[in-house]
């Protein structure tokens, strides 16, 4: 279902205005050291607006969201217009994924893309904030700017998509809640639980000192990167673990499907009953199921192939003469041909 | 000339002729009456006007597939040969079986159970002209679309006349040696009477066995069509003729392929 222009304009622009409000709600909680990118909860509006409406109602929520926010914060409506379109851009390309490839995410690969989706366009949010500051605005030094703007810039929209926007799209039921989305969303919740409560010790441990001394600053900043990092490198683990477990059970679905169409050849159940574990157990199982069922149809059929109709074809014009020899069955057949011509 | 030719052959489907269907088995217990009894109960379902009528005299039963106890049922078929009643006081309406408030579009011709009656019969005879009329009555006074007429096993007299009758035959036949000769012999039997239409129900057949690669074999062996397989039901057997398996497992197997031979044979 493609929704009208007019509908994608109403959606972007009512998440926009939210998204413009929350902007400036959520800068109060400032991240230390970057006074200006904050918390950003708020970033899962535009990438779940692309995602759930359009891609464009996502572009919409970002640019015209940031803008507003920027408008009624102060700083000007155009001043930083890239990041506008920084915030465009990363409600525009998760809808691309989400909108036009993934309608409903049910396989631990489709929640796979759609994360990586949510990292990637932070980053290129960010990298095309940052190309158009060098070519047109000029605000940023390098390589100063690099901790203080445009890391934290990529890393609280990033870690905040990749956390949030799951859970919009679960209560969206946009989640099909399958064997294998159930356990990459328990995997990932659990990943990230330890790696926030990780970073947030030891953010809270330091907190004095990265206020008072900016040395410190990079090395926070060098540790949320290997927090990222660790997440990504988590997800991508925990997405092979989990198809260790999924991919099995979808080639025993699939052996199932094939045994029901009446075909008994399994090859691509071999991979799975080489294991030693129980979908190993299972496997072989259903592996000497279809061999049952295949001698028992096989029996079936032998015994269709060896039924005879035996009749005895002189036995036969005997009795039939006997009967229609008959002075009663003459009469009867003259009379039947008579009614039967009238 | 042509105008008169599409009239006759009943070119609007509407008004189409009535048809006599018999049902006949070379063997008895092959499920004659059972198979009668559901095809003529989906028929009426499907808004026909059906009527049966149960010319096994010897041995009638239909009857009671249609909760139709004697006591109600004063006239019968053999009141009708007598000459002691017309025809149309010896339809019953049992409508009532296809559901509650049903009526008028199910009827039955009983035959009497009472064994005088039998033997008088079987002993005097009747002649096919009477019996045509007598039907051909019924059909007109009743509105009939289908008659089927249940049959005593076997080629006897009274067999050989409502073959002769029919419009459409059905032969049923289980997958068993002991009705594969038999069988044949009717068949052929059935040709010489200029049967016009003419199909083979293969009955109780092993749900496994059930299929085409059977449907084409008794097809060859007999060189007549199978209208169909109609595999064995424990359901028929659990119903014990207290009932019609069409209506009481509309959804089962049996039933599915029952209406497959009513699409065939009226087609």
């Known amino acids: ?342 | 000339m042509q105008c008169l030719f599409y009239t006759a052959a009943g070119f609007d489907k509407e008004d189409a002729m009535p048809e006599i269907i018999a049902i006949h088995s070379f063997r008895g217990g092959t499920g004659k009456s059972n198979t009668t009894a559901n095809l003529a109960c989906l028929l009426a379902r499907q808004g026909r006007r059906v009527g049966i009528v149960d010319t096994d005299i010897q041995s009638p039963g239909i009857h009671v597939l249609f909760n139709l106890d004697p006591k109600d049922a004063p006239h019968t078929l053999n009141d009708f040969l007598w000459g002691k009643c017309d025809i149309g006081s010896a339809v019953y309406d049992v409508s009532r079986v296809l559901g509650a408030g049903k009526k008028d579009n199910l009827f039955l011709i009983p035959s009497s159970i009472r064994t005088g009656d039998i033997a008088r019969v079987l002993h005097y005879g009747y002649d096919i002209n009477l019996l045509k009329e007598g039907y051909q009555k019924a059909i007109e006074q009743f509105a009939l679309d289908y008659l089927f007429i249940d049959t005593h096993p076997g080629l006897n007299e009274e067999t050989l006349m409502s073959i002769a009758i029919a419009d459409t035959l059905l032969i049923l036949l289980r997958p068993d040696q002991q009705d594969y000769q038999g069988t044949a012999v009717t068949v052929e039997v059935s040709r010489q009477l200029d049967v016009p239409r003419m199909f083979l129900i293969v009955n109780k057949v092993p749900a496994a066995l059930a299929g085409d690669a059977l449907a084409a074999k008794v097809t060859a062996a007999y060189n007549c069509e199978v209208a169909g397989v109609l595999p064995h039901a424990d359901e028929m057997m659990a119903l014990g003729s207290s009932g019609l398996f069409c209506l009481a497992h509309p959804d089962a197997a049996l039933g599915r392929a029952l209406e497959d031979i009513l699409r065939r044979i009226t087609a």
């Open chain 1, 1 to 342: 279902m493609n929704p009208g222009a007019k509908k994608i304009l109403l959606a972007g622009l009512t998440f926009a205005v939210v998204y413009g409000l929350l902007n400036n709600v959520s800068s109060i909680f400032l991240l230390p050291s970057a006074p200006i990118i904050s918390l950003r909860p708020q970033i899962a509006l535009p990438m779940a607006a692309g995602i759930l409406v359009h891609p464009l109602a996502g572009l919409i929520t970002g640019f015209a969201g940031n803008m507003f926010g920027d408008a009624i914060s102060g700083l000007g409506a155009f001043q930083f217009w890239n990041w506008h379109i920084a915030n465009g851009l990363m409600g525009w390309i998760p809808g691309l994924v989400g909108y036009g490839g993934i309608r409903r995410i049910g396989t631990v690969r489709e929640f796979g893309i759609l994360q990586m989706s949510l990292v990637g366009a932070s980053a290129a949010g960010v990298a095309a904030a940052v190309a158009l500051d060098v070519l047109f605005i000029h605000l940023l030094t390098f390589p100063s700017s690099f901790p203080s703007w445009i890391l934290p810039a990529f890393l609280t929209d990033a870690v905040n998509g990749f956390i949030l926007v799951p859970v919009i799209l679960l209560l969206a039921r946009r989640i099909r809640l399958t064997l294998e989305t159930r356990t990459i969303l328990m995997i990932t919740g659990l990943l990230l639980v330890s790696i926030l409560a990780t970073a947030g010790a030891i953010t809270w441990a330091v907190l004095d000192d990265l206020v008072s001394h900016s040395a410190m600053v990079e090395n926070f900043y060098i540790a949320a990167i290997v927090s990222v990092l660790l997440l990504i490198a988590g997800f991508i683990a925990a997405i092979i673990f989990v198809r260790k477990v999924t991919d099995p059970l979808a080639s025993l679905a699939h052996a199932a499907q094939a045994v029901e169409q009446g075909n008994y050849d399994l090859p691509g159940l071999a991979g799975v009953s080489a294991r030693a574990d129980e979908l190993g157990r299972l496997a072989r199982i259903f592996e000497q199921m279809a061999g049952k069922v295949r001698e028992r149809e096989k029996t079936l059929q032998r015994q269709v192939d060896e039924l005879k109709i035996i009749i005895d074809r002189e036995k036969q014009a005997q009795d039939v003469s006997e009967i229609v020899e008959t002075e009663y069955f003459r009469a009867l057949k003259e009379k039947a041909r008579k009614f039967r011509e009238t």
